[in-house]
C-alpha cells in the first residue's frame, strides 16, 4: 500500500518504476519519511517496528541536511522523544560529515 502510493506521487522519479516490483524495507521507509504525510508515517511503525524506523531515520533520512531539517526536527520531537531536537539533528548531522571526511 506504501510502496503503491510512492509510486503515484511519482516519488521514484530517478528510478524506472516499469522494473520496480519492490523495494527494501529501508528504502520505502526513507521514502515515505521524505515524500508521504504523516498519517503514512504513523503506518511505519506496526509494520516495521520502532527500532528499525528509527535506525533508517538515522542512517538515511536525518543527515540529509538544511532540505529536510524542519522535517528531521519534527520527527525527532515527535517520534524520536528528543528533549532539544534541534541540537539532536545538528549533532547527527555534524557526526555524518565527520564520517565521510574521515573516510
Not at 35 to 55: A, C, E, H, S
Not at 68 to 84: E, H, P, S, T, V
Amino acid at each position: 500500500m506504501l510502496f503503491r502510493k510512492l509510486k503515484e506521487e511519482n516519488c521514484f522519479w530517478s528510478y524506472d518504476v516499469s522494473k520496480m516490483d519492490s523495494i527494501s524495507d529501508e528504502s520505502l521507509i526513507e521514502h515515505v519519511l521524505l515524500y508521504l504525510d504523516i498519517d503514512d508515517i504513523n503506518k511505519l511503525f506496526p509494520l516495521f517496528g520502532y527500532k528499525k524506523v528509527k535506525r533508517v531515520w538515522l542512517d538515511r533520512v536525518a543527515p540529509q541536511g538544511e532540505m529536510f531539517r524542519a522535517f528531521n526536527i519534527l520527527y525527532a520531537w515527535y517520534y524520536f522523544g528528543a528533549k532539544r531536537p534541534e541540537a539532536y539533528v545538528k549533532s547527527i548531522e555534524t557526526r555524518h560529515l565527520n564520517r565521510i571526511m574521515a573516510a
